[in-house]
């Protein structure tokens, strides 16, 4: 018997959304892999010192170059192109999946979905030993 087309088309979008996700890891990784054979990228002081794209994105956020960004401040889709990812650098691919997040009335940040994660994980991190602190 026949699905409904419903059905298909649901379960269609469904691997759609997986596949985008996986070509976003893979940028993600293709990115970290070019910062790791640049060392010149590399920050110190952390734990994973050996994993450029995460001391970066430390560094850029305890300096507050990238804001520290929570749950909720943002919107994924389908990227239209022609953005640069703000954690990684390198260009989002029209149609994988993108996030924009809100920068001070400013224009918006985009990132793709993997960069996107690590940089929240990562404010998180940062805010949490903040709290910590004081
Ligand atoms: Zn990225």
Do not use: N
Not at 70 to 77: D, N, Q, T, Y
């Amino acid at each position: 018997m026949l699905k409904p087309t419903r059905e298909i088309l649901t379960a269609s979008l469904t691997y759609v959304g997986r596949a985008e996700m996986t070509v976003a890891g893979t940028r993600y990784l293709v990115a970290r892999s070019r910062r790791r054979l640049r060392p010149d990228f590399a920050m110190s002081g952390g734990s994973f010192d050996d994993d450029a794209v995460v001391g970066v994105l430390r560094e850029r956020l305890a300096t507050g170059e990238l804001p520290l960004i929570a749950s909720g401040e943002c919107w994924a889709g389908p990227a239209a192109g022609g953005h640069s990812c703000v954690v990684c650098g390198v260009a989002i691919g029209q149609g994988a999946a993108e996030y924009e997040v809100p920068h001070d009335g400013a224009r918006p940040l985009h990132a793709h979905a993997a960069c996107f994660f690590t940089w929240r994980l990562e404010a998180q991190r940062l805010r949490g030993s903040r709290k910590q602190a004081s």
